[in-house]
């Protein structure tokens, strides 16, 4: 049986733990590493794409990646119960053309017994920036 720890219920130490492995996991940008982290049948929405199962969640980071370019992640615990937790995160990035973004959002996510992550929803918006004004 897969487990990803550290496993539910959630306190303040383990809660953090999760934010930054799952942290470390996207800036690696690894599809393949980061589905590890989410259940088989896993549930996404992530802006205005709805994602099921692992296989789905590979194939949208694969393209994700594809036009984020030089992706840099930065998360932060927001609240957490037994099971569940929210997070804040921003992102930069450029497309193809040279043009720098910061993405600012919230994602909530539940997990089952084992750790994995059996739900995520992201909110999303992009800031156009200009290279200069990078800070991540």
Do not use: C
């Amino acid at each position: 049986m897969e487990q990803r720890l550290p496993l539910p219920p959630f306190n303040f130490e383990t809660a953090t733990k999760k934010v930054q492995l799952a942290e470390d996991a996207w800036n690696s940008r690894d599809p393949e590493r980061i589905a590890l982290a989410y259940t088989i049948d896993t549930e996404w929405r992530n802006r205005d794409q709805f994602i099921h199962g692992r296989a789905e969640a590979i194939q949208f980071l694969t393209g994700k990646w594809k036009k984020e370019l030089d992706y840099k992640l930065k998360k932060e615990l927001w609240a957490f119960t037994d099971n569940r937790i929210a997070v804040r995160f921003e992102y930069e990035y450029h497309n193809e053309k040279g043009e720098w973004f910061r993405a600012y959002g919230n994602e909530n996510w539940e997990f089952d017994e084992n750790g994995l992550m059996q739900k995520r929803f992201a909110s999303i918006n992009d800031l156009a920036i200009k290279e200069e004004d990078r800070y991540l």
